[in-house]
């Protein structure tokens, strides 16, 4: 088992898989990427996350000229190839190699990887008693739905959690809660699920959307609606999901515990669900 590298659709070794200086993604960050959970050998909706990069590569203008199918078996074989049953496929996609100049290059094709590493996971601990998180600024640009490869805001705000001790940086604008900087982010007062709209101002996550699913099968309350600061810091019950991040009950914000300061009973059902979810899903 071992880590699995694929540069322009050939494998290459970890060591040997290396990019122009010229290229896009690294001058201007133009590019997009997708990570992927791998579930005992399974995919977790590899289709949703293709879906959401196509989605992504219209809005920027970016041709996937390698072919999405091509992609999707590329990620198969790669994995397969790892022979890993619990792992993360990272897959990034940039606009290629050009001289360096603002205006899209034509003529050119795209650069995209694809790896495959061992997933470790989280520390139970972090799932049974929750964990804390600290209070940012949202300083990004105004196409947060769209997943790029600029996380330079999310960075600093990640590594201002990191120096609070802290697991999570939430970001808020104008006094409304947004997302945090690798997660969505739900509140829950008097058994009523919230969390920010799918618009501009967040990435529509893959669990996220899990979440509401479940929500509607199981017939629990929700809005996808916008909340406040101290709607977050007066909740029963505050949790994060994430592909890597799966459903993380939050039980410190700023300092200020959140409900009873354990996880709340609606976050621990939706975490059995999602367990139950998981099994049933190779896409």
Known sequence: MST???????????????????????????????????????????????????????????????????????CRVALRESGLKDASLYIQVTRGTAIRQHAFPHEVTCTWVVIVRESKGNPPDFYENGISCILVPDERWGRCNIKTVQLLANCIAKEKASRAGAYEAIFHRGGSVIEGSSSNVFIVKDNMML?????????????????????????????????????LLDADEVFLTGTTTEIMPVVKVDGKIIGDGIPGKLTKVMQEHYKKYIQTIDR
């Open 4 to 74: 699995v590298v694929y540069l322009n659709g050939q494998r290459v070794d970890y060591e040997n898989a290396k990019i122009s200086i010229e290229d896009r993604g690294f001058q201007f960050g133009d590019g997009l990427y997708e990570v992927v959970h791998v579930y005992n050998g399974r995919f977790f909706h590899l289709d949703r996350h293709l879906a959401r990069l196509q989605k992504g590569a219209q809005e920027i203008y970016l041709d996937l000229d390698f072919g999405l199918d091509n992609l999707e078996k590329v």
């Open 195 to 231: 969390t920010h709209p799918a618009n501009k101002k967040i990435l529509n996550g893959i669990t996220r959307g899990i979440v509401l699913e479940i929500a509607d099968q199981n017939n629990i309350e929700y809005s996808e609606e916008v909340f406040s600061i101290d709607d």
